[in-house]
């Protein structure tokens, strides 16, 4: 039950993604240009409503439909946070996809997208070799 | 209706991204991310692999996350060829040419290796992180948008 309900919230961002056209490579280029607000308006609006349901949810205790605690996992800081993170900016725009998007982007007909997705993947590896070695 | 068939305004696009956040916590207990799936998808493909990243994955506390990508990309391939009137095009098309590949791979490996060394993506971090007042995905989302400022003004690759 709770995986279907995980599958069809996952169609549903995937529609979103795609008919928001947030996976346009095209978009993503005139969001670093500064040449459109669509990008910023997006992200800022979704932020506004995930924050305020997050506030509701721990103001009130809310819990899940099957009665159990909600857990928000935490994310702690580390150097790999400005790091790692400028890293994938850079790809970001090259590809003009982050990960949800690369998905979207290879369901919606991109099938280009599929080699973004095997760089991701060797580069999920090469982190997971340097892991050890690199400042965290 | 017609509406439907038109890129959505971000008014409505914004919102309902953002409504992922409860969507997922309150039906499934689970946090809003996508990056996750590569490791898992690691963790799968060499089960044996002495790499503490992979080994010390837990599968079966992230399975919902590989149902959650495939959901991404069973919704994507809807909408776009039930819900627009015409296929719209997300690459340009000089990336269906063996230098555009190349830029696509090694995009995509600084995505990969990037999202994982930070622990979250635009996803995770952007809008989940951000939603729960962690200032960590602060720092990530100005690096991510740093990232890309870098790429777009100064390296032009």
Known sequence: ?136 | MEWILQPWPWYIAGPLIGLMVPALLLLSGKTFGVSTSFQHLGAICTPKSNLPYLKNFDRRDNNWQLVFVAGIVLGAFVGSHYLSINPVSFLPDNYYTLSGMVRLALGGLLVGFGVRYAGGCTSGHTIMGLSNLQWSSLVASISFFAGGLLLTHVLQF
Request: one cysteine or more.
């Open chain 1, 1 to 136: 039950m709770k995986q279907l309900f995980v599958l069809l919230i996952g169609a549903f961002f995937g529609i979103v993604l795609v008919k928001s056209e947030v996976v346009s490579w095209f978009r993503i280029q005139k969001m670093f240009l500064f040449e459109e607000a669509h990008m910023y308006l997006i992200i800022a609006s979704a932020i506004a409503v995930g924050a305020l349901a997050v506030y509701v949810i721990k103001r009130f205790q809310l819990k899940t439909v099957f009665n159990e605690e909600v857990m928000i996992t935490a994310k702690p800081f580390q150097k790999g946070v400005i790091i790692g993170g400028l890293l994938f900016g850079v790809g970001w725009a090259i590809t003009g996809a982050c990960p949800g998007p690369i998905y979207a982007q290879i369901g919606s007909g991109e099938y280009i997208a599929l080699i973004t997705f095997a760089g991701a993947l060797v580069g999920m590896y090469l982190y997971a070799f340097l892991q050890p070695n690199l400042p965290h």
